[in-house]
């Protein structure tokens, strides 16, 4: 794995959009793998000043999701699907047709995960896949576990991860308690993987995923098996 330590949020940022603008440069046509959370939206402020100083072009980017809220879709401002049509799509010339995000709403979430699972293959796989990581060590909502889930899957929140998420409802009660989330399969055969963590609060974590033991208990730590991760921490 690769590990660079930005001296600021701000570095963290244009480093990441630095190596996704290379991305859609070489490959015009090529699917992205994009994450939420509080840490990716300065990688997507930068790509957004890309976009209109005219130096990328979006027209043809395909895009795919981690995860998303049971029960969300795009019409509530809590969702995934809201939260990346307000802090990218809605600001870039993507066709939001080739945008894609788990259905919060599927009447049947494994059925969603099976065919969100084909459309990442029918893709291709995705050339970058955009991470964050949560304070115990989730990808995506891959939360610590007994073994790794492969698929795309519904998940029961963690207190950790609610207690987190809460800062962006009115009451901690709102946070949905469930989540669908792309599995170890479709995050790990990303041609390219990126890894975002920002404050002092995420490095023990970081420490652990990229030396501790490969463990479910520890979900990014599977990351160790890729060949191609870049992990981008700043402290600040
Ligand atoms: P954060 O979330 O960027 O808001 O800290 C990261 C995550 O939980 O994946």
Same mark, same amino acid.
Request: with cysteine.
């Given at each position: 794995m690769k590990y660079i330590e930005a001296g600021s949020y701000e570095e963290l940022s244009r480093i990441a959009a630095g190596i996704i603008a290379d991305q859609v440069k070489e490959k015009p046509d090529c699917v992205l793998g994009l994450a939420t959370g509080s840490t990716p939206i300065g990688t997507y402020k930068e790509l957004i000043k890309k976009y209109e100083a005219g &130096?990328?072009?979006?027209?043809?980017v395909k895009t795919v999701n981690l995860d998303e809220y049971i029960?969300?879709?795009? #019409? #509530?401002? +809590? #969702?995934y699907r809201y939260f990346m049509n307000h802090n990218l799509f809605d600001h870039?010339? @993507?066709?939001?047709?080739?945008t894609n995000v788990p259905?919060?709403?599927?009447?049947d979430p494994s059925k969603e995960g099976a065919r969100y699972d084909e459309l990442v293959a029918s893709l291709g796989g995705t050339d970058i896949q955009l991470l964050g990581i949560g304070?115990?060590?989730? @990808?995506?909502?891959? &939360?610590? $576990?007994e073994v790794f889930y492969a698929a795309t899957h519904e998940v029961v929140l963690d207190d950790m991860t609610i207690d987190a998420n809460? !800062?962006?409802?009115? #009451? !901690? $009660? &709102?946070?949905?308690?469930k989540a669908i989330t792309m599995g170890m399969w479709a995050i790990m055969q990303a041609k390219k993987i990126i890894l975002v963590a920002n404050g002092e609060g995420k490095k023990d974590i970081v420490d652990k995923f990229m030396?501790?033991?490969?463990t479910p208990k520890v979900p990014?730590? @599977?990351? +160790?098996?890729? !060949?191609d991760v870049t992990v981008i921490y700043s402290k600040n």
């Open positions: &130096e990328l072009d979006f027209s043809k029960g969300l879709d795009g #019409s #509530s401002d +809590q #969702s870039v010339n @993507i066709d939001k047709n080739n259905n919060g709403k599927a009447a304070h115990d060590g989730h @990808i995506g909502f891959n &939360e610590p $576990d809460a !800062r962006f409802f009115a #009451s !901690r $009660d &709102e946070v949905p308690t030396h501790g033991p490969v990014a730590s @599977i990351l +160790q098996c890729h !060949r």
